[in-house]
């Protein structure tokens, strides 16, 4: 995760050399001169959009540039009010270009969402219209082709169901004064709900579950919970081939429930996994499969709303998805309100 931060990191380099350099060449430079070099970093922070990140290089070099250059050197006090202004100037440059940075973003962000969405739908979408085409057009087609295309009609109206829903659950978790709609869950069967959503034929081919014969009812949101293991399957069945074994197991733990979602695929780079939970990411080699790039960042915004955890790692002969949901409330609580 540190790798998200490597500008920061990356700054504090050029300003440590930035600062090196105006040392040695302090006489042959001007105090304004100094200045302005010290804005490098501070600019290179602010195109990120990030103003904490902004404000702590500002911070740093206002403070380097009036121990080391503003008279009295090497101490903290500035006698001309004018240098008052240039460390305010510091900060001033560092938010608008911040604030900028993060307009642009915005924009970027929306226009891949809207490119996102326009593909996304508009495939399942033209899916469905072929199929409804031909079977209005062709009535003495055989019982299987015209199974076949109802199958179609399935799975694209499916594939939309999905992708709206990510959009509201997306939506919905954004929401700083989110309430969970808490409610005692059977995993299990939340496990059947999500898959509904999909083939059974892909299902009986490739899918195997376990499940703890002990699992005990779950404190959570049931609706969100669907949409976690709905997102996890969606992403397990579009990255797996069809010759390809698909794992789900649900484990009993003492203070916790254990879920791990296991897909036979080739090892993804120590950089993806880091990324992956990350809003509209997309694998370099997945521009042939549809997605929009939010559903394991909903996945991810699903579980920490739970107070959980969820990580990606090779393991084996694929990847591994594992979730620990923490028991916010133990089936003995269950048992006391019942009597």
């Known amino acids: 995760m540190f790798h998200r931060y490597n500008y920061i990191l990356t700054a504090l380099g050029v300003l440590g050399v930035i600062t090196l350099i105006s040392v040695v060449f302090q006489d042959y ?10 804005l490098i970093p501070i600019i290179f922070v602010a195109l990120r959009g990030n103003f904490s990140a902004t404000a702590l290089i500002a911070f740093i070099a206002i403070l380097l540039f009036n121990v080391l250059y503003v008279p009295p050197v090497y101490s903290f006090s500035v006698h001309d009010a004018i240098y008052l202004w240039s460390f305010a100037i510091f900060l001033l440059v560092g938010y608008i270009i911040t604030a900028q940075a993060k307009k642009i973003q915005t924009n970027e962000i ?21 199929s409804i085409t031909l079977l209005l057009e062709d009535r003495k087609m055989s019982e299987e082709t015209q199974n076949t295309l ?5 799975n694209g109206s499916e594939r939309m169901n999905r992708l709206i829903n990510n959009l509201l659950d997306n939506a919905r978790l954004k929401d700083k004064h989110l309430e969970l709609k808490m409610e005692w869950c059977d995993l299990e069967d939340i496990l059947g709900v999500a898959l509904q959503d999909f083939d059974e034929a892909q299902i009986q081919r490739s899918l195997r579950l376990h499940v703890d014969a002990h699992l005990e009812l779950f404190w959570g949101d049931y609706n969100l919970l669907v949409r976690l293991f709905a997102n996890l399957l969606d992403n397990a069945f579009k990255y ?3 010759t390809k074994q698909i794992s789900v197991t649900i484990k009993q733990e003492d203070k916790s429930a254990q879920i791990t979602f296991f897909n036979e695929s080739n090892p993804l780079k120590e950089q993806n ?3 992956i939970f990350d809003k509209f990411y997309r694998l370099e080699n997945a521009k042939d499969i549809s997605g929009s790039g939010i559903g394991l960042f909903i996945c991810q ?17 694929g990847v591994c998805f594992e979730i620990t949901l923490p028991r916010l409330k133990q089936l003995s609580a269950l048992q006391k309100e019942a009597e």
């Open 301 to 317: 915004s699903i579980v920490a709303a739970h107070h959980g955890k969820i990580k990606a790692y090779n393991h084996e002969n």
């Open 110 to 130: 929306r226009d891949i969402l809207l490119n996102t969405l326009s593909h996304d739908l508009k495939t399942p979408l033209s899916s469905i219209l072929g």
């Open 150 to 154: 109802l199958q179609e009609i399935k």
């Open 29 to 38: 430079l001007e105090l304004v001169n100094i200045a302005l070099i010290h």
């Open 240 to 242: 797996s081939n069809q």
């Open 273 to 275: 996994l880091e990324t």
